[in-house]
C-alpha cells in the first residue's frame, strides 16, 4: 500500500474500500453512455503516525481538472458564504487599493469578486481552462495552472506577494500536498496569511458523510494531520473555526511559524482530538461499520416505498451523490432521474448509474413521490426552493447520517 500523502509513514491502515467507481464528476453525454467508462480505486485509509484519513489511489490531475463542470457562483448559499469572509477580512486586515488578495482553487471567481467589489486588487488561480475562462470573463484575473512550488515561486518572482491567500476546499484535492502548501509557504512568505477551508474529518465520521468520499478528495484531514502538514512546512496554524458548510469543515489561519504561534483554540481543538482518537483505528471503524448499516436501511428503505406503489427520483448531481448510488448499486431501476438547477449538468448523465440529468422543474411535472435527496449539504436551501413539490404531497429523503423521510 502507498506511503502517507503528508508525512510518508507506511504502511496506511485500511478504513473503507467502496471499490472500483467512476469518476464523480465525470458526467457523461448521450453518446458517451455506450463507451466504456473509466473506473479507479476508491479506498480510504488512515495514517497511524500523523492521523490523515487518505485515498490510497490518485487519479491523474488531468483526468478530473479539465472541463470541470462545478461553478461555484450557481450556489447561492457559497456566494453568500464568500461575501462574509470576504468583508470581514477586509474590516480586520484593513485591506485596500495597495493590497493583494490571491485564491488557490478560485473557481470562477464567486469569492474573490467580493474583494474586487471592495477596492482589493485581486489575482485567482485555477487548473480548469473553462472555470480560469469564466472567471476571466467576470473581470477577476486568474492565472490558469496547477498551483505547487514552481507556481509559486513564479508568481513571486512577478511581485505577487498576497496579503491575504484563501484555500478553500483544496488542500484536500491535491497530489502533491507537500509540494503545494511549500508553495504556500513560499507565496504568502511572514507578511501574508493563508486563510483555508477543508471539509473536517470529525463531521464525516459523526454524521457517516462518507459519500463526501470521492477521488478527487485525497485527504480528510483532521486539526491534528493539519497541524503536522503546516509545520513540516515552517507554518503554524494561529486560529481554526469550525463552520457548518458542506457538512462541516474547518477554517484555518495560517502564518509563518517564525511570525506567529498556535492560538488557544488550535491547541483546544488538538486536545479534543487526542481525546476521540484522531490517530487511532477504533473511531475509523466505527465509521465504516455504520456505512455498511446506512446502505442497507436506505436500500431497505427505497424499496420498500417503490413496493408500496411511489415512484422515486433524486436531487443534486453533485459528486458526492455519484458515491452513494455506486456503492449502493441505487441506479435506473430504482430512480428516474436526478434533478440538477445547473444548466451545466442539466442533459447529461450521472457517473456509473447512468441516470438522466433533468432541471428541477420536473419534479412539479412528474411528482414523483420521493426525492432521494443526494446534495444534503445543501438540504435547507433545495427544500425551500422546492417548495410547491413539498405542498403538492411529495417528499424528501435525506440519506445521511441515517435515512428518514422530511
Ligand atoms: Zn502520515
Redesign the pocket.
Known amino acids: 500500500m502507498a506511503d ?6 507506511t504502511p496506511l491502515h485500511s478504513v473503507l474500500d467502496l471499490g472500483d467507481q467512476p469518476l464523480a464528476n465525470r458526467l457523461r453525454t448521450e453518446e458517451q453512455l455506450a463507451e466504456d467508462e473509466p473506473r479507479f480505486p476508491l479506498h480510504l485509509t488512515l ?1 497511524l ?4 484519513a487518505q485515498l490510497t489511489h490518485s487519479v491523474p490531475p488531468q483526468e478530473l481538472f479539465t472541463d470541470y463542470p462545478y461553478f461555484s457562483s450557481v450556489i447561492p448559499s457559497l456566494v453568500g458564504h464568500a461575501r462574509s469572509i470576504a468583508l470581514r477580512l477586509v474590516a480586520e486586515r484593513g485591506l485596500g487599493p495597495d493590497s493583494l488578495v490571491m485564491e488557490l482553487a478560485s473557481n470562477d471567481g464567486y469569492l474573490l469578486q467580493h474583494y474586487r467589489d471592495a477596492g482589493v486588487p485581486v489575482l485567482g488561480v485555477d487548473p480548469a481552462a473553462n472555470i480560469a475562462a469564466a472567471a476571466e470573463a467576470r473581470g477577476i484575473p486568474t492565472r490558469c495552472a496547477f498551483f505547487g512550488r514552481d507556481v509559486a515561486r513564479e508568481l513571486v518572482a512577478e511581485g505577487h506577494r498576497p496579503d491575504v491567500l484563501h484555500a478553500n476546499n483544496v488542500l484536500a484535492h491535491v497530489p502533491d500536498l507537500n509540494g503545494f502548501v511549500a508553495g504556500i509557504a513560499t507565496l504568502i512568505g511572514e507578511h501574508g496569511r493563508l486563510v483555508a477551508e477543508s471539509p473536517y474529518v470529525k463531521d464525516l465520521l459523526d454524521q457517516v458523510e462518507f459519500d463526501t468520499i470521492y477521488h478527487e478528495h485525497l485527504c480528510y484531514f483532521s486539526l491534528t ?1 493539519l497541524d ?1 502538514l503546516m509545520e513540516r512546512h515552517g507554518l503554524v496554524i494561529e486560529d481554526v473555526e469550525r463552520l457548518a458548510i458542506h457538512g462541516g469543515s474547518v477554517r484555518l489561519f495560517v502564518a509563518a511559524a517564525s511570525v506567529a504561534e498556535r492560538g488557544p483554540r488550535v491547541l483546544e481543538l488538538l486536545e479534543e482530538e487526542r481525546g476521540w482518537g484522531a490517530r487511532d483505528r477504533e473511531p475509523y471503524e466505527r465509521f465504516a461499520q455504520r456505512v455498511r448499516e446506512l446502505g442497507h436501511e436506505l436500500v431497505g428503505l427505497l424499496d420498500d416505498l417503490r413496493a408500496g406503489g411511489s415512484t422515486l427520483a433524486a436531487y443534486g448531481a453533485a459528486a458526492k451523490g455519484s458515491t452513494l448510488l455506486n456503492t449502493f448499486g441505487i441506479g435506473r431501476e430504482r430512480l428516474s432521474y436526478i434533478a440538477d438547477a445547473s444548466p451545466h449538468k442539466q442533459g447529461r448523465y450521472a457517473p456509473g448509474t447512468g441516470l438522466p440529468i433533468v432541471p428541477p422543474e420536473r419534479l412539479l411535472e412528474d411528482r414523483p413521490g420521493y426525492v432521494l435527496l443526494l446534495a444534503w449539504n445543501f438540504a435547507d436551501e433545495i427544500v425551500a426552493q422546492q417548495r410547491a413539490y413539498r405542498e403538492a404531497g411529495g417528499r424528501f429523503i435525506l440519506p445521511v447520517p441515517a435515512p428518514r423521510v422530511v
Open positions: 502517507c500523502r503528508s508525512c510518508g509513514a495514517c503516525a500523523c492521523g490523515l494531520a503536522r
